[in-house]
């Protein structure tokens, strides 16, 4: 693919035809087709154009889905020090791409690796996007959830709740998330029981 003559929309089709494959879990033929598309869109628009970065990203996200994760980790990696280089270390974006990496080493089961990563980005996100957020509010999650794995069921627990609190707030009592926030809490509250 990447010595044909260089066709945006083509290179579109055949992402969004990727995204209906790892929906569908053909996810080895996802990752083909987003092996090529990143190929050339690196020969053609270079590393820093905000589709290969996209590209890069879809890919790893699949790679991630067939637990490739050192792959993961480099794709993602780079994505970061090219947003931090363009935008920033504090933009949403840059935010984004770190959120990526943390939740890969979280999927690839590193806890002591996704924790500082997930307090990190949140202190970030608070700072820039505010608390009520819903990238916020995700991170919250996603360090509650790695606290639990590593044990610390009383600290994930208060993060929970706090979580709960937000999302009653903005989403409202009945909405999913807010749902699936108390679930959380009681599985941790039922560890804290078990200890």
Same mark, same amino acid.
């Given at each position: 693919?990447?010595?044909?003559?260089?066709?945006?929309?083509?290179?579109?089709?055949?992402?969004?035809?990727?995204?209906?494959?790892?929906?569908?879990?053909?996810?080895?033929?996802?990752?083909?087709?987003?092996?090529?598309?990143?190929?050339?869109?690196?020969?053609?628009?270079?590393?820093?154009?905000?589709?290969?970065?996209?590209?890069?990203?879809?890919?790893?996200?699949?790679?991630?889905?067939?637990?490739?994760?050192?792959?993961?980790?480099?794709?993602?990696?780079?994505?970061?020090?090219?947003?931090?280089?363009?935008? &920033?270390?504090? %933009? /949403?974006? @840059?935010? !984004? $791409?770190? #959120?990526?990496? =943390?939740? +890969?080493?979280?999927?690839? *089961?590193?806890?002591?690796?996704?924790?500082?990563?997930?307090?990190?980005?949140?202190?970030?996100?608070?700072?820039?996007? &505010?608390?009520? %957020? /819903?990238? @916020?509010? !995700? $991170?919250? #999650?996603?360090? =509650?959830? +790695?606290?639990?794995?590593? *044990?610390?069921?009383?600290?994930?627990?208060?993060?929970?709740?706090?979580?709960?609190?937000?999302?009653?707030?903005?989403? &409202?009592?009945? %909405? /999913?998330? @807010?749902?699936? $926030?108390?679930?959380?809490?009681?599985?941790?509250?039922?560890?804290?029981?078990?200890?």
């Amino acid at each position: 693919m990447a010595n044909q003559k260089f066709d945006p929309a083509t290179l579109s089709e055949i992402e969004a035809r990727a995204r209906k494959l790892h929906s569908s879990k053909q996810i080895a033929a996802a990752v083909d087709l987003l092996r090529g598309v990143l190929a050339t869109r690196l020969e053609a628009q270079g590393e820093r154009h905000f589709q290969t970065i996209n590209s890069r990203s879809g890919l790893a996200r699949s790679l991630r889905a067939m637990h490739e994760y050192d792959e993961c980790f480099v794709l993602y990696t780079e994505n970061i020090r090219i947003h931090t280089d363009k935008l &920033g270390p504090e %933009h /949403p974006q @840059t935010l !984004r $791409s770190l #959120s990526r990496l =943390a939740n +890969t080493y979280f999927a690839a *089961g590193m806890y002591a690796a996704a924790s500082p990563m997930f307090v990190e980005i949140l202190a970030l996100r608070e700072n820039v996007l &505010g608390r009520d %957020h /819903p990238d @916020t509010i !995700r $991170s919250r #999650s996603s360090l =509650a959830n +790695t606290l639990s794995e590593l *044990g610390l069921h009383s600290e994930a627990a208060v993060l929970h709740q706090e979580i709960i609190d937000d999302r009653v707030r903005v989403l &409202g009592s009945d %909405h /999913p998330r @807010t749902e699936l $926030s108390r679930v959380r809490l009681e599985t941790v509250n039922q560890s804290v029981r078990q200890s």
